[in-house]
């Protein structure tokens, strides 16, 4: 079982920026890719960012340009980056992680942006 820790939400103004942080109970070595997703009020959940293993990145066309996906290997820890906020970025954001056909995802965290 892998256990996904998130932190780093929060109330920001738009414009103003925040970074989320996700801890994994294993290390990055095990995991196939790991990525941010996240699920407004009567919306469907849709991926932000993610990062492979071997460190590649894919980003939803909403984000690119504001937000960055990183991580840190020795802390099996994953970033998000969240700058330019944006009101429509405000949702439960999720941490998920893929080993190999399997799913998990962590309790998630709530961004909210002000107009």
């Known amino acids: 079982q892998v256990q996904l820790v998130e932190s780093g939400g929060g109330l920001v103004q738009a414009g103003g920026s925040l970074r989320l942080s996700c801890a994994a109970s294993v290390t990055f070595f095990s995991i196939n890719a790991m990525g941010w997703y996240r699920q407004a009020p009567g919306k469907q959940r849709d991926l932000v960012a993610s990062?492979?293993?071997?460190?590649?990145?894919n980003y939803a066309d909403s984000v690119k340009g504001r937000f960055t996906i990183s991580r840190d290997i020795a802390k099996n820890t994953v970033y998000l980056q969240m700058n330019s906020l944006k009101p429509e970025d405000t949702a439960v954001y999720y941490c998920?992680?893929?080993?190999?056909?399997?799913?998990?995802w962590g309790q998630g965290t709530q961004v909210t942006v002000s107009s």
């Open positions: 998920n992680s893929r080993i190999g056909s399997y799913e998990y």
């Open positions: 990062i492979t293993r071997g460190g590649g990145t």
